[in-house]
């Protein structure tokens, strides 16, 4: 088996009295996007700060490609690109001499890093703003820039903190899209947010942090599945007997609860997907006219409030 | 090398703020030049004369004082305007000569004079010159009473004989030995000791606001990401201190090269000048990375810099002679001695006055580079609990 880029187990760090993160674990392998999802203060930047060496822990271990992560372990900070929540840049500087000089941090010199910084202002879109000093971009733009300088040096994971909080639609699509194609190109990605949407997105897997605990961890439909959670079918009728289509329905072993009133079918099923044109099938054999149909399936956001008892923007 | 990338790039951000280069290369010569022009080492007491015109014995009595090398003699026409400017300390005092000072010189009758002075030393030594100088005066006049009253000569023939007698006799000269050290600031020139006390003040205020910008270089996180790239706390910290050393050093080089150029000062030796200077440097940006590690808010420790820059120079002999304070106090002396602008200043002294060596200074260097190595020790031993705790 394959080592993962990042192994981290039994994170623990403690604050005075306040326990912030407790035996947190989880891996990521390469080419993987891993969403960590929670609220503020759940423990998220906490233990980002860990795994990237900036905070020491009190408890767990973390490697890196097999390269134990400590505060002094400068091997095992090469191998990540942190893009941290706050917008980490010199804003009388401009966006290419940013780049530069956190290059050159990374230890890249010379036309090795001129050419990168070519590409990687490119890949974040300000190629025509590269002579431009930071603090006259706009908040995406500054957030892109944010992003390039932990994309220097081509790290093998890539570590970022809710990198969207505060961008316009269009740049947070571009930083989704950035995300994609570097999880694509083999890039391990850790990706913290508290936006559902996202880590539905783009994550292979999720692990939902809740204060200071992993409570759950796994695909979307996995998480799903492990809380209980079904899929609502919602059809609207025009006329026929609904209480006979009720009746029909409920024979079948996907459908866990049917009902109807004021012209609609309720279903709670199992994956709706798969059997819609089942239920569409007996509904019309029963002699009611379907006009309308809704398919609501559960979230992340149903998924972390089943598993904490609270909305995740609480 | 990391350090160097640092250090490059707060030089560069520093350069580009125009309002350093007023602060940093402009402001401490109009200082210089100030206190220079104010305070300086070729210092002449002034007197004002208000005399009557054509009495020669009067008039003689003025050039005998115009004689005296540290007295600068003004005619000022009234009492009222030579009481006016003593009051002002526009003078230092005034001497009132009676219309009547020949008429009553030749008459035999006795005359007084009337010498007015702000309180103080100066006028002591200014009361002491003037008495000097008519006590000459009344030499003469004795002498010419004497022929006068043997029957040799009538007073004015006599006056005349006697005054050419005072000329043809040679001078008395006093050659005075000072023990113990002596106070130096008459040996330095005009600006001479203006320009020591305000390059080490200067150079330790400038790196002081240092700190401002390593709390600025926290505060946008910057630094934190910093250590989290393959840069160590150490590199990250030496590299914000470098930077601001050698703003401090170029400062310090800026004053040294612009004082001796336009005003003449006299560092010593250059090499020696400059190895104080660079250990000095060294002292305040290692002075300024301690606060940056210690505070959280830039305007706190800017405020506070201000305050640790002005005090410790004021403490430290910038602003009143280290000497001043000897005569004062032994126990100020030995206090203004935990500050490293004393053990600059009196490195200074001694390559200045002393055309001391390297190793007259030798102790006075380890120091300052104790100071320099205890501030970085603490920073970054600070800094590294403030980023990774």
């Known amino acids: 088996m394959a080592q993962p880029t990042l192994d981290c187990r039994g994170l623990r760090k403690v604050f005075g009295d306040l326990v912030a993160v407790d035996d947190v674990g989880f891996h990521i392998d390469a080419g993987e996007t891993y969403g960590l999802l929670g609220p503020n203060g ?16 009190d408890g767990g271990s973390i490697t890196v490609d097999g390269e134990e992560m400590t505060t002094i372990n400068l091997a095992a900070k090469a191998l990540i690109g942190l893009v941290p929540q706050d917008i980490a840049v010199y804003p009388d500087l401009t966006a290419r001499e940013n780049l530069v000089f956190f290059g050159k941090l990374y230890g890249m010199s010379g036309k090795a890093l001129q050419s990168r910084v070519d590409e990687v202002l490119e890949i974040i879109g300000l190629a025509d703003r590269a002579g431009d000093r930071s603090d006259d971009f706009s908040g995406g ?39 994609e194609q570097l999880s694509s190109a083999g890039m391990a990605v850790l990706y913290t947010t508290h936006y559902m949407e ?6 292979d897997r999720v692990g939902i942090i809740d204060h200071g605990v992993i409570k759950a961890e796994g695909t979307r439909r996995e998480l799903v599945q492990m809380v209980g959670e079904h899929d ?7 006329s026929g007997g609904l209480q006979s289509a009720v009746a029909a329905l409920s024979e079948l072993p996907s459908v866990v609860e049917a009902g109807a009133g004021d012209g609609l079918i309720e279903l709670l099923v199992t994956e709706a997907g798969e059997h819609l044109t089942k239920i569409l099938s007996i509904v019309t054999e029963a002699g009611v006219a379907v006009a309308g149909v809704d398919i609501d399936e559960p979230n992340l956001e149903s998924v972390f409030l089943h598993l904490t008892g609270r909305a995740l923007r609480d | 090398m990391k350090s160097l990338t640092i250090a490059a790039t707060n030089l560069r951000r520093f350069i580009r703020d125009r309002g350093n280069i007023f602060f940093v290369f402009i402001f401490p010569m109009l200082l210089v030049l100030v206190l220079g022009a104010s305070f300086g080492g070729d210092f002449n007491a002034r007197l004002a004369v208000v005399t009557e015109p054509g009495g020669d014995l009067a008039d003689d009595l003025v050039t005998r004082l115009e004689a005296i090398e540290t007295v600068n003699v003004v005619s000022v026409a009234t009492e009222e305007a030579a009481v006016r400017g003593v009051e002002r300390g526009e003078l230092e005092a005034a001497l009132f000569i009676p219309a009547d000072y020949d008429e009553s010189i030749t008459a035999g009758t006795p005359v007084n004079v009337q010498f007015l002075s702000r309180s103080g030393q100066e006028g002591n030594s200014l009361r002491s010159n003037i008495e000097s100088a008519i006590t000459q005066q009344a030499v003469v006049l004795r002498a010419a009473r004497f022929s006068e009253s043997e029957g040799l000569a009538t007073f004015t023939e006599a006056l005349a004989v006697a005054g050419q007698a005072e000329a043809n006799i040679g001078p008395v000269n006093v050659e005075v030995t000072a023990l113990g050290e002596a106070f130096s600031l008459d040996l330095l020139g005009q600006f001479d000791s203006s320009a020591q006390t305000q390059l080490l003040l200067f150079v330790f205020l400038t790196s002081l606001a240092g700190s401002a910008a390593l709390i600025q270089t926290r505060r946008l996180g910057v630094a934190k990401r910093m250590i989290a790239t393959p840069t160590s706390v150490r590199d990250v910290l030496l590299g914000e201190g470098f930077g601001r050393f050698l703003v401090a050093l170029v400062q310090g080089l800026f004053i040294m090269i612009g004082t001796w150029l336009i005003f003449g000062v006299d560092w010593g030796d250059p090499l020696l000048a400059t190895l104080i200077l660079l250990l000095f440097s060294l002292v305040g940006s290692g002075a300024a990375m301690l606060m940056g590690s210690l505070f959280s808010n830039d305007e706190q420790a800017g405020g506070m810099g201000v305050l640790f820059g002005l005090g410790l120079a004021a403490l430290g002999g910038c602003m009143v002679p280290l000497q001043v304070f000897e005569l004062i106090s032994p126990g100020l002396y030995n206090v ?4 490293p602008h004393a053990w600059g200043l009196e490195a200074f002294d001694s390559i200045v006055l002393s055309n001391g060596t390297i190793g007259d200074i030798a102790v006075f260097l380890a120091i300052l580079a104790g100071y320099a190595l205890v501030f970085y020790a603490l ?6 609990v403030v980023l990774t705790r």
């Open chain 1, 42 to 57: 759940a423990g998220k930047t906490t233990s980002i700060s860990m795994i990237s060496g900036l905070l020491k822990r």
């Open chain 2, 379 to 384: 920073a970054i031993w600070r800094l590294r």
């Open chain 2, 336 to 339: 203004a001695h935990i500050t």
């Open chain 1, 232 to 238: 609502r079918i919602r059809l609207e009728t025009t």
């Open chain 1, 141 to 179: 733009m500054k957030r892109r820039l944010n992003i390039g300088i932990g994309l220097l040096h081509k790290p093998n994971l890539l570590i970022l903190d809710e990198p969207t909080v505060g961008v316009d639609p269009q740049s947070r699509n571009a930083i989704l899209e950035s995300v």
């Open chain 1, 198 to 203: 996202e880590a539905e997105r783009l994550c």
